[in-house]
């Protein structure tokens, strides 16, 4: 039972051009969710984080939008980097008063930048 | 000036066999946890301890054991290795109420033979 979904394994883009991940997920009482970076033999490195009260949060060329009715979020990064060739993964938490900060993770998106 | 750090990086053992992982945060944070990711690549919390205490168990066999001496160290201890439990193993912290963000260590590849 997957709460957090990453459908599509790879994504191919040029340099310069606009890289758009993708993540769904279930359970509508997640609040808060998270962008993670992953290099080869590296542990995920965290990159953009959006709390459900919000729909969009900006960081660089890092923006994450919300679209909680839909259970969806995209992460848009503008303009592409050959350094953002890396596997992306998308985490989504359930605070609250038993807060714990337990992260469920989609299963990546591998995001190659061509130069 | 390394945040989160995991020893091994590589082990290789046989099935059967009884193994240790370490970890230690210097960034002073409350909480710990343990992530499996297997072969398919799923990212899987196993543990998370809270000051000493644990506060996440998932389904996971009682062959593993999570320690944790002191907040900045949680190891992880796994009893009759079996091929199954071949994985990168994942050590991470956050300190909970600053923010959701965890901070991973490099991960440590798990192989048995």
């Known amino acids: 039972d997957q709460q957090v979904k990453q459908n599509s394994p790879s994504l191919s883009v040029q340099e310069g051009r606009i890289s758009i991940l993708n993540c769904d997920y279930t359970?509508?009482?997640?609040?808060?969710f998270l962008w993670y970076k992953k290099y080869p033999a590296e542990g995920p490195t965290f990159l953009i984080s959006i709390s459900s009260i919000k729909d969009k949060n900006e960081d660089g060329r890092f923006t994450v939008f919300l679209n909680k009715s839909a259970k969806h979020l995209s992460l848009h990064i503008v303009p592409s980097q050959p350094g953002d060739s890396a596997v992306y993964f998308c985490?989504?938490?359930?605070?609250?008063?038993?807060?714990?900060?337990?992260?469920?993770f989609g299963q990546g998106t591998t995001l190659q930048v061509k130069p | 000036d390394t945040a989160v750090s995991q020893t091994p990086k590589y082990l290789v053992t046989q099935m059967g066999n009884d193994k240790s992982i370490k970890c230690e945060q210097n960034?002073?944070?409350?909480?710990m946890y343990w992530y499996k990711q297997d072969s398919k690549k799923f990212l899987k919390i196993m543990f998370s301890?809270?000051?000493?205490?644990?506060?996440i168990n998932e389904t996971v066999p009682n062959r593993f054991s999570p320690k944790s001496p002191d907040k900045a160290h949680l190891n992880l201890h796994i009893n009759s290795l079996e091929l199954g439990d071949s994985a990168v193993y994942f050590c991470a912290s956050s300190q909970i109420g600053w923010g959701i963000e965890q901070f991973f260590g490099p991960g440590t590849r798990l192989t048995v033979l």
């Open positions: 960034l002073g944070h409350d909480t």
């Open positions: 359970n509508s009482m997640f609040d808060y």
């Open positions: 301890y809270n000051n000493k205490e644990l506060i």
């Open positions: 985490a989504a938490s359930e605070t609250g008063s038993s807060n714990t900060g337990k992260l469920i």
